[in-house]
């Protein structure tokens, strides 16, 4: 027997959830256990391994699964489910705050340039055609 698996034999709870780390190798899935009954295939969680920091980032791909007590695969249990809800929340809350920035940069640059300008060639820049376009008025008189 793989005592690693005998969890799921005294406690109801334990869920068996299988896991992806390739996403290029959707063959190569781990079972793992967790007594979160809020993971769901498609969540992201952290798993232990044996590389860098002993944890990394698995996709669930099924869950509930069959577990086989006779498998000599150790079955590790999953450390957390990722909240990527906040992720997305909080991403989304920094791209609009970049847009008002972006926005107010721009505003400040076009009436610096504007202010420029007009301040050296104002009653030449009025009195080009250009400037009244799509209206009804006539250019203003260069003298």
């Known amino acids: 027997m ?3 698996t005998a969890i799921f034999l005294i406690n109801p709870n334990t869920r068996a959830v299988l896991c992806n780390y390739e996403p ?3 063959d190569k899935r ?3 256990k967790t007594l979160n009954a809020d993971i769901a295939v498609g969540d992201f969680v952290i798993v232990p391994t044996k590389t860098r920091h002993g944890m990394t980032v698995s996709k669930v ?4 699964v069959d577990v ?4 000599p695969a150790l079955v590790d249990w999953i450390v957390e489910k990722i909240d990527t809800a906040s992720h997305a929340t909080l991403v989304a809350q ?4 970049i847009k008002v920035i972006r926005s107010a940069e721009q505003t400040k640059k076009r009436t610096e340039l504007a202010a420029a300008l007009l301040a050296d060639s104002a009653g030449a820049l009025k009195a080009l055609p250009i400037t009244v376009l799509g209206s009804d008025k006539p250019p203003a008189d260069p003298a």
Do not use: G, I, L, R
């Open 2 to 4: 793989n005592y690693t």
């Open 68 to 71: 086989d007590f006779d498998s």
């Open 61 to 64: 791909v099924a869950v509930d």
């Open 24 to 26: 290029d190798a959707p």
């Open 30 to 32: 781990v079972m793992f």
């Open 94 to 97: 920094e791209d609009q705050a």
